[in-house]
């Protein structure tokens, strides 16, 4: 056989941090804050409804675009921010965010295009842009005011006569940044201007802390009908291994995700659909409730982990905060991450590993705080060693 035989524009994807780590902080019996998944069920009537449907004959393909309840229920709950979509023809079920952003990309993007990507990035970001065959343009955050803030001039200058669409996250992973208004309103206004789609990652729309809001890009003028905008039912409900996603947009813009999406997955999850139909409608209390804890679990490791001795950095919405490690001595975080689960027995991750460009971020490290209060406890008892 020809090699190597992986084709070279995923060359760069072939292992995940986050494999990587899990395998380290198991051999270390570590406790494994590096990702992002909660230890607690989600809500008992979206389980009860799941059992229901596995039981009550919904096994079977659910129709392409998604069940009709749970497309019904997504724009009622898109409403919340005063946008209505039409779930026959505005409203696409996915396997997960992650197929959506990889489906419209594919959808919507080619050789030749290049899309603007806010770093430090999601890593499925940039292989889904490789996977469509664009490139991506990475424009980086800034610390500024105490928190990771868009550079609207940087944004501005990134775009290029071959800028197609630009991938937005807020809440953002890894930084825990919410945007605010402005800089939705200056991402608006160069969209507007240059005619590009925006692909919005809102899977933490619920997950915003103290005063943060959640404000939707298609809410913006001249935003609605170019914004493909995504969420997922993973983060909302604790049920991360259910990959049930979904796609807002004008009708144009969900045929056309549609068409790579039909052929990547066709459908996916369909007895959890009506349970997260049901959750949707029914089960919002339940994410206000996680809300307020997560706000109380991020303050706990935050100090915690400013006790162990690390700078942490603010976080207004996620499951994450990251920190510093210079203060301990350390200069580069990665190899920071790699010593820790045999040293003190925690598994974290670099945040370098989600940009172009290591060196601006080595300094930075990112824990997950979606976890029991002793399992954060235990955490925090264990870093205090590394002083
Ligand atoms: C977890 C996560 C996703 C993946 O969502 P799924 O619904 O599990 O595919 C996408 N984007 C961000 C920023 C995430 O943190």
New binding site residues.
């Given amino acids: 056989m020809r090699e190597p035989v992986l084709v070279p524009r995923l060359q760069p994807f072939t292992s995940t941090i986050f494999a990587e780590m899990t395998a380290l902080a198991v051999r270390h019996e570590a406790v494994n804050l590096g990702q992002?998944f909660p230890d607690t069920d989600g809500p008992a009537g979206m389980l009860e409804a799941a059992k229901n449907a596995l039981f009550g004959g919904a096994n079977q393909y659910p129709p392409g675009p998604g069940r009709p309840e749970l497309r019904a229920a997504i724009a009622r709950h898109r409403l919340r921010y005063g946008t209505a979509y039409d779930p026959d023809t505005e409203i696409l079920v996915t396997?997960?965010?992650?197929?959506?952003?990889a489906a419209s990309l594919i959808a919507l993007t080619q050789a030749g295009d290049e899309v603007i990507v806010i770093e430090p990035y999601?890593d499925?970001y940039a292989a889904a842009v490789a996977m469509a065959g664009a490139e991506r343009r990475v424009v980086g955050l800034v610390e500024r005011d105490g928190r990771f803030a868009l550079d609207v001039e940087s944004l501005r200058a990134a775009v290029t006569d071959r800028t197609r669409a630009i991938l937005i996250?807020s809440p953002?992973?890894p930084t825990g940044t919410v945007f605010t208004r402005a800089e939705l309103e200056a991402v608006a206004a160069l969209c507007v201007t240059h005619d590009l789609i925006a692909i919005t990652?809102e899977?933490?729309e619920h997950l915003v802390f103290d005063d943060a809001e959640h404000l939707p890009l298609a809410t913006l003028p001249g935003m609605r009908e170019r914004t493909v905008s995504?969420s997922?039912?993973?983060?909302t409900f604790n049920c991360?291994g259910w990959?049930?996603?979904w796609v807002c947009a004008s009708p144009e813009l969900v045929a056309a995700v549609k068409a790579a999406k039909q052929f990547i997955t066709f459908v996916s999850g369909g007895p959890l659909q009506p349970a997260v139909a049901h959750a949707l409608d029914h089960e919002l209390p339940w994410a206000e409730d996680l809300r307020t804890s997560l706000q109380d679990k991020r303050d706990r490791l935050a100090a915690g982990l400013a006790d162990a001795g690390f700078a942490v950095r603010p976080t207004a919405g996620?499951?994450f905060v990251c920190v510093d490690v210079r203060p301990l001595g350390f200069e580069d975080a990665a190899e920071l991450a790699w010593e820790l689960p045999e040293r003190v027995g925690v598994a974290a991750v670099p945040v370098k590993v989600f940009t172009d460009h290591p060196e601006e971020w080595k300094h930075l490290l990112r824990f997950a705080f979606c976890k029991r209060n002793e399992v954060i406890d235990e955490a925090v008892t264990r870093l205090r060693k590394l002083r």
């Fill in positions: 992002g396997a997960g965010a992650t197929e959506a952003i999601y499925s996250n953002h992973n990652d899977v933490y995504i997922s039912a993973g983060k991360t990959k049930i996603g996620t499951y």
